[in-house]
């Protein structure tokens, strides 16, 4: 079983940036993949990034060039920073952890709202 501690997010102007966290414990030994994907409400969740135990990443289309995932590996804890955020970013933020077997557990979710 996986638990999840994430941090960050809230109220950001557009054109600003902001970064969350998420720190994983638990099953961490058998640790595949970790990044975030959002939703907005009335919508279907979406990918925003994800990172594997070998430091490559992906990215949703709308995230690529403007957001950045990375990973502490000792500290088991991933960031996203995400710039240039615009208000159709406002959305919950769900940290997710897929492990070897592929079973994928998710974090509370963290809201981030762009608006002046």
């Given at each position: 079983q996986v638990q999840f501690v994430e941090t960050g997010g809230?109220?950001?102007q557009p054109g600003g940036s902001?970064?969350?966290s998420c720190t994983i414990s638990g099953n961490v030994a058998n640790f595949f993949s970790t990044g975030?994907?959002?939703?907005?409400?009335?919508?279907?969740?979406?990918l925003v990034a994800v990172t594997g135990s070998g430091g490559d990443a992906d990215y949703g289309d709308f995230a690529r060039g403007r957001f950045t995932i990375s990973r502490d590996k000792a500290k088991n804890t991933a960031f996203l920073q995400m710039n240039n955020?615009?208000?159709d970013d406002t959305a919950v933020y769900y940290c997710f952890a897929t492990?070897?077997?592929r079973t994928t557990s998710w974090g509370q979710g963290t809201q981030v709202?762009?608006?002046?």
């Open positions: 809230g109220l950001v902001t970064i969350i975030w994907h959002r939703q907005v409400e009335g919508k279907q969740r979406e955020l615009r208000p492990m070897k077997d709202t762009v608006s002046a």
